[in-house]
């Protein structure tokens, strides 16, 4: 039977992009998120995306039965910041069929087309900075909170599809407890960024945490800008992300380091709530409540999830300091290791930095594009 696409416009059919993973991924290391958390973020009036972007939602049905979805959106933000017409693909589920990949990417391409796109990069759901990439090694690893999960068939579909290589995103290995592991000059260029540049530490505020936000948005925006994928975070983007953060915020790992009481870099580390998810199995009921209640009895890794020190303050070691915090940190906390991630396989400085933490390697995503000329 061929593969027909259609464009979800019932509930019904929400309920089949959102439900579709469930399904294809059951048994395997996926964890599920919560199905309320996956509608809310796809209801354009309530995703911040919104306010700056466009997108359209796709369905691939054979024989009546749904065996694919994907999005295509525009992220006017990204677009003028970079002076481009890019499109983006994203949420890309489906079963092992080159047909169904092929239906949803034509699908998604006549779409951009139609709004004057150039080129289509993806997956991302619906940002870099959200899920994003085909993972391509890591299959046997859980994934931690906003981190994909997909089969080794992804990418032999997308490479076959004729879709090339963008960029690839790493996730780093940390036992933040395990000072062996970590580069003996790490302790010292730390110390001398106390010392000889007055560099203090200090943890985020959760009462004032918006307000942290800002400062946030400002390391970001200075640290990020050359970067491969960069978007700034506009004011409607910080008001969702800190009420993210809220239900995350654990004081021991959001960090803002000062100088003469500025901010000049900042790192804020998430408590892995996919093991909480992994409990929940997607629902809040019957006791999916309870397990999120008794959080911090339950995470004991990481996932580090931004680390920035503003450019003109990179030379005072301050990156140092904040790596030395994180040991500090875990030694007081149950939470010992996480992963870092996702790093650009470009950001050299922070990808040496993790390696000098003793990290390793141990996931890779994938980031597609291609041309609509």
């Given at each position: 039977?061929?593969?027909?696409?259609?464009?979800?416009?019932?509930?019904?059919?929400?309920?089949?992009?959102?439900?579709?993973?469930?399904?294809?991924?059951?048994?395997?290391?996926?964890?599920?998120?919560?199905?309320?958390?996956?509608?809310?973020?796809?209801?354009?009036?309530?995703?911040?995306?919104?306010?700056?972007?466009?997108?359209?939602?796709?369905?691939?049905?054979?024989?009546?039965?749904?065996?694919?979805?994907?999005?295509?959106q525009?992220?006017?933000?990204?677009?003028?910041?970079?002076?481009?017409?890019?499109?983006?693909?994203?949420?890309l589920?489906?079963?092992?069929?080159?047909?169904?990949?092929?239906?949803?990417?034509?699908?998604?391409?006549?779409?951009?087309?139609?709004?004057?796109?150039?080129?289509?990069?993806?997956?991302?759901?619906?940002?870099?900075?959200?899920?994003?990439?085909?993972?391509?090694?890591?299959?046997?690893?859980?994934?931690?909170?906003?981190?994909?999960?997909?089969?080794?068939?992804?990418?032999?579909?997308?490479?076959?599809?004729?879709?090339?290589?963008?960029?690839?995103?790493?996730?780093?290995?940390?036992?933040?407890?395990?000072?062996?592991?970590?580069?003996?000059?790490?302790?010292?260029?730390?110390?001398?960024?106390?010392?000889?540049?007055?560099?203090?530490?200090?943890?985020?505020?959760?009462?004032?945490?918006?307000?942290?936000?800002?400062e946030?948005?400002?390391?970001?925006?200075?640290?990020?800008?050359?970067?491969?994928?960069?978007?700034?975070?506009?004011?409607?983007?910080?008001d969702?992300?800190?009420?993210?953060?809220?239900?995350?915020?654990?004081?021991?790992?959001?960090?803002?380091?000062?100088?003469?009481?500025?901010?000049?870099?900042?790192?804020?580390?998430?408590?892995?709530?996919?093991?909480?998810?992994?409990?929940?199995?997607?629902?809040?009921?019957?006791?999916?409540?309870?397990?999120?209640?008794?959080?911090?009895?339950?995470?004991?890794?990481?996932?580090?999830?931004?680390?920035?020190?503003?450019?003109?303050?990179?030379?005072?070691?301050v990156?140092?300091a904040?790596?030395?915090?994180?040991?500090?940190?875990?030694?007081?906390?149950?939470?010992?290791?996480?992963?870092?991630?996702?790093?650009?396989?470009?950001?050299?400085?922070?990808?040496?930095?993790?390696?000098?933490?003793?990290?390793?390697?141990?996931?890779?995503?994938?980031?597609?594009?291609?041309?609509l000329?």
């Open positions: 039977m061929p593969v027909e696409i259609s464009l979800v416009k019932r509930p019904g059919d929400l309920r089949a992009f959102v439900h579709l993973p469930y399904r294809l991924h059951a048994g395997t290391p996926w964890i599920p998120p919560l199905r309320l958390e996956r509608y809310l973020f796809l209801t354009r009036k309530l995703n911040a995306f919104f306010t700056h972007g466009d997108a359209e939602y796709f369905l691939a049905r054979r024989d009546g039965r749904v065996v694919g979805r994907a999005t295509a525009i992220d006017h933000a990204f677009n003028d910041y970079h002076h481009s017409r890019t499109g983006m693909f994203g949420f589920e489906l079963e092992d069929d080159p047909e169904i990949l092929d239906a949803l990417l034509s699908a998604a391409e006549t779409w951009l087309r139609g709004r004057g796109c150039d080129r289509m990069i993806g997956p991302m759901d619906f940002q870099l900075n959200d899920e994003s990439g085909v993972m391509i090694e890591g299959f046997e690893l859980e994934p931690l909170i906003r981190q994909p999960w997909q089969p080794p068939y992804y990418q032999r579909l997308c490479e076959a599809a004729g879709l090339t290589k963008a960029m690839d995103l790493l996730s780093w290995d940390l036992e933040i407890s395990n000072l062996e592991r970590m580069d003996p000059v790490l302790p010292r260029v730390a110390e001398r960024a106390r010392t000889r540049h007055g560099v203090t530490i200090r943890k985020m505020s959760r009462r004032h945490l918006r307000r942290e936000m800002d946030f948005a400002k390391v970001y925006n200075a640290a990020w800008s050359h970067n491969w994928g960069f978007t700034p975070y506009t004011k409607a983007d910080l969702a992300y800190a009420i993210d953060m809220q239900l995350v915020y654990a004081r021991e790992w959001f960090m803002i380091a000062e100088q003469d009481g500025q901010t000049i870099a900042m790192a804020i580390t998430i408590p892995d709530v996919h093991q909480i998810y992994k409990k929940m199995q997607g629902r809040l009921l019957p006791l999916g409540w309870w397990y999120y209640l008794r959080r911090a009895r339950i995470i004991d890794r990481l996932r580090v999830g931004f680390l920035g020190v503003l450019p003109e303050y990179q030379h005072t070691g990156a140092a904040l790596y030395m915090e994180h040991f500090a940190a875990a030694g007081r906390t149950r939470q010992k290791r996480g992963e870092a991630g996702w790093i650009l396989e470009t950001n050299s400085s922070m990808n040496r930095g993790l390696q000098a933490m003793g990290g390793r390697v141990v996931k890779r995503w994938r980031v597609y594009e291609r041309a000329t």
